[in-house]
């Protein structure tokens, strides 16, 4: 009798947890929800507490999930609430995306995947790459918040530099291909360094807004402004803009009429505009609003070139040295002349200055529209 009773109870059991899993599926059909599905696993063990159904799986456990495929060595299912625990060599593939990390926990409520241990996430399209010690990732918006040294590395396949970003805090939304970060930011690539407080940078269009304290080295050369927004090409940075309390820092080094001689240029303006030619060179610098540069060289501290005015376009040549200055609207300079047998300072201003450099020297000076000019010989 009592061999009967266990029967029955096994066998009651066994119906009821097919009916609660047949209206856990209803449910779900109901809301119109991804189907959550167990593809395949090795081994099995089902058991049945407090009211919820539990499955333990071990080896080549695959899910599905709307088009998400997450594998593991073992897992955990929590099958009425839709729970799973995945360990050990968690995988999980969503087009041209795959990621890995030690652990998982999936709550298909929220749809949310949460990551911990080791967690790596690669765009094989994008060519992104997204590592850190833990991560959620929301599955309808696609986006991820890392955790613990987040860092996202974009490749490039036509140059060996890569940029990498690092903060202290990152997240990433896969669907609008967009990473934030914030505290503590640092954007290199190449020639490149930059550190600000907060940043987005889009892969598709491969911009980065750099906000909250910004500055950016190129080489030796240093820019500071409210904002800046950074344009990559293919192989390097390709275009630079600066707006608010703009101020940038060119060093030319090769000045070099005199050996180991190095020449400073200073500007400032309302905002600034730089470009990069193919090269890798500085090719262009405009300045905006209240325009001011400032040039010396190290061995004539003393002697320094100034210009002003409301535009000022700065354009470099082959070699990355100041090869002409132009400024427009109430347009002042002030240069000093080296030449056999004298020298002095020529003062000018006009509605527009064209100043033509030679070996880092002012070398021809025009003038357009109410020109003025004067010149100083040395020992006034």
Excluded at 50 to 78: C, H, P, R
Excluded at 192 to 199: P, Q, V, Y
Excluded at 327 to 337: C, D, E, P, R
Aim: aromatic share 10%; with cysteine.
């Amino acid at each position: 009798m009592s061999r009967f009773s266990d029967n029955l109870k096994r066998r009651l059991t066994g119906a009821l947890c097919v009916l609660l899993m047949l209206f856990s599926v209803a449910a779900r059909v109901e809301d119109n929800a991804p189907s959550l599905v167990l593809e395949s696993a090795d081994s099995n063990e089902n058991s049945y507490s407090n009211g919820e159904f539990i499955s333990v799986l071990k080896g080549n456990v695959v899910f599905t999930y709307d088009d998400i495929q997450i594998s593991s060595d073992e897992a955990t299912w929590w099958r009425n609430q839709g729970v799973i625990d995945f360990r050990k060599k968690v995988k999980v593939v969503r087009g041209a995306s795959t990621l890995t990390c030690d652990r998982m926990h999936f709550t298909k409520d929220d749809n949310v995947l949460t990551a911990s241990g080791h967690f790596d996430f690669i765009d094989t399209v994008e060519l992104t790459r997204l590592t850190g010690k833990e991560a959620d990732y929301h599955v309808q918006t696609r986006n991820f918040n890392l955790r613990g040294n987040p860092r996202m590395v974009r490749y490039d396949t036509a140059a060996a530099e890569t940029l990498t970003i690092t903060g202290l805090l990152m997240s990433y939304t896969d669907s609008l291909k967009r990473a934030t970060v914030k505290d503590s930011v640092n954007i290199t690539k190449g020639k490149l360094a930059s550190k600000c407080r907060f940043a987005h940078y889009f892969t598709e269009t491969n911009k980065a807004q750099l906000r909250v304290n910004p500055r950016v080295t190129y080489e030796s050369h240093k820019v500071v402004g409210d904002s800046i927004d950074l344009q990559f090409g293919k192989e390097s940075l390709r275009s630079a803009m600066i707006k608010g309390h703009s101020h940038g820092v060119y060093v030319d080094t090769s000045v070099a009429a005199v050996k180991s001689d190095t020449g400073y240029t200073q500007v400032w303006g309302d905002s600034l505009y730089i470009t990069i030619s193919d090269s890798g060179m500085l090719d262009s610098m405009w300045s905006y609003g209240k325009a001011l540069s400032k040039y010396f060289t190290t061995k004539k501290p003393d002697l320094v070139n100034e210009a002003a005015g409301k535009v000022m376009l700065m354009s470099f040549a082959e070699r990355g040295n100041v090869d002409k200055v132009k400024i427009w609207g109430n347009a002042w300079s002030k240069y000093y002349i080296e030449e056999e047998g004298s020298s002095g300072a020529n003062e000018a201003s006009g509605d527009s200055i064209l100043v033509a450099f030679r070996k880092g020297k002012a070398a021809v000076l025009t003038l357009a529209g109410r020109a003025r000019g004067v010149y100083f010989p040395r020992e006034m």
